[in-house]
């Protein structure tokens, strides 16, 4: 058995990381097949006949809107826009609330800290460990694209897949850090999971339905997938400041977490 909780945390997820790239690699193969064997262009063509209204495309899509002629595009509108997301959004929120919750819940924190690990390396190694399987999973996304793009011959701006990999990357370990604190601030899984998804849910439709709101516009900016994709990264490339909202909440979520981990009592 592996002492080091960094590692044992991740050895401990390898095979669902391991099932995750399997699903993502599967889906990927579908997409790619897709595009490379269905003639997109004439679906394409009734889609632009239609003119279906901006705020329902940006629904499905993002502000780049439909375009299913392209493998960014197909790749817009089914992977980023929902699933990956979902996916990515609900391993995090559950890797944060297994870093601490689950540890009072099953009783084995104490035994832990009775060791000679003290609470912020505790603390450390377990957000250390939630990021990096995120990233796993992220990256395990970003190389079915390639593979598959690569399989069936398909070109694809790598830089902008990167670009939008990355903002998926940020998006998830916020809502990871955010539910690792939650964890800490109330040592159950309800409120964590409760409380995580109606932010993530609330957040994706109020980005999804600004288009809608002419006078509102600026309601835009307190959802967190504006930052993730309201810059349309994945056409445009990385954007020049949706990063840095990133960077600056998930700064204030780890203190947050390190000062109330100091101050909470685990024996209550």
């Given at each position: 058995?592996?002492?080091?909780?960094?590692?044992?945390?991740?050895?401990?997820?390898?095979?669902?990381?391991?099932?995750i790239?399997?699903?993502?690699?599967?889906?990927?193969?579908?997409?790619?097949y897709v595009v490379?064997?269905?003639p997109l262009?004439?679906?394409?063509?009734?889609?632009?006949?239609?003119?279906?209204?901006?705020a329902?495309?940006?629904?499905?899509?993002?502000?780049g809107?439909?375009?299913?002629t392209?493998?960014e595009?197909?790749?817009?509108?089914?992977m980023?826009?929902i699933?990956?997301?979902l996916v990515?959004?609900?391993f995090?929120?559950?890797?944060?609330f297994s870093?601490?919750?689950?540890e009072e819940?099953?009783?084995?924190?104490?035994?832990?800290l009775?060791?000679q690990?003290s609470?912020?390396?505790?603390l450390?190694?377990?957000?250390?460990?939630m990021s990096i399987?995120v990233l796993?999973?992220v990256?395990?996304l970003?190389?079915?694209?390639?593979?598959?793009?690569?399989?069936f011959?398909?070109s694809?701006?790598?830089?902008?897949?990167?670009?939008?990999?990355?903002y998926?990357?940020f998006?998830a370990t916020?809502?990871?850090?955010f539910?690792?604190l939650?964890?800490?601030l109330?040592?159950?899984?309800?409120?964590?999971?409760?409380?995580s998804?109606?932010?993530?849910?609330?957040?994706y439709?109020i980005?999804?339905?600004e288009p809608?709101?002419?006078?509102f516009?600026?309601i835009?900016?307190?959802s967190?997938f504006?930052?993730?994709?309201?810059?349309?990264?994945?056409?445009?490339?990385?954007h020049?400041?949706?990063?840095?909202i990133?960077?600056l909440?998930n700064?204030?979520l780890?203190?947050?977490?390190?000062?109330?981990?100091?101050?909470?009592?685990?024996h209550?």
């Amino acid at each position: 058995m592996l002492k080091n909780i960094f590692l044992k945390s991740l050895w401990d997820s390898k095979l669902t990381l391991l099932y995750i790239f399997i699903t993502y690699f599967l889906v990927c193969l579908l997409i790619m097949y897709v595009v490379s064997e269905l003639p997109l262009r004439e679906i394409q063509f009734i889609f632009d006949r239609v003119e279906l209204p901006k705020a329902i495309t940006a629904f499905f899509s993002g502000p780049g809107g439909i375009n299913i002629t392209t493998v960014e595009g197909i790749l817009n509108t089914d992977m980023f826009s929902i699933f990956a997301p979902l996916v990515s959004i609900g391993f995090a929120v559950y890797y944060g609330f297994s870093s601490i919750c689950q540890e009072e819940e099953k009783r084995t924190i104490d035994i832990i800290l009775s060791s000679q690990i003290s609470r912020s390396s505790f603390l450390t190694q377990k957000l250390a460990s939630m990021s990096i399987k995120v990233l796993l999973i992220v990256a395990s996304l970003l190389m079915s694209i390639i593979l598959n793009s690569y399989i069936f011959s398909l070109s694809l701006n790598l830089i902008n897949v990167i670009s939008i990999c990355s903002y998926l990357f940020f998006i998830a370990t916020t809502f990871g850090y955010f539910s690792v604190l939650l964890g800490i601030l109330f040592g159950k899984s309800g409120p964590i999971y409760g409380i995580s998804s109606t932010l993530a849910i609330s957040s994706y439709l109020i980005f999804s339905i600004e288009p809608f709101l002419n006078n509102f516009s600026f309601i835009k900016y307190i959802s967190i997938f504006y930052y993730y994709k309201g810059g349309d990264p994945l056409n445009q490339g990385f954007h020049s400041w949706h990063w840095v909202i990133f960077m600056l909440l998930n700064i204030f979520l780890i203190t947050s977490c390190y000062y109330l981990w100091e101050k909470r009592d685990i024996h209550q």
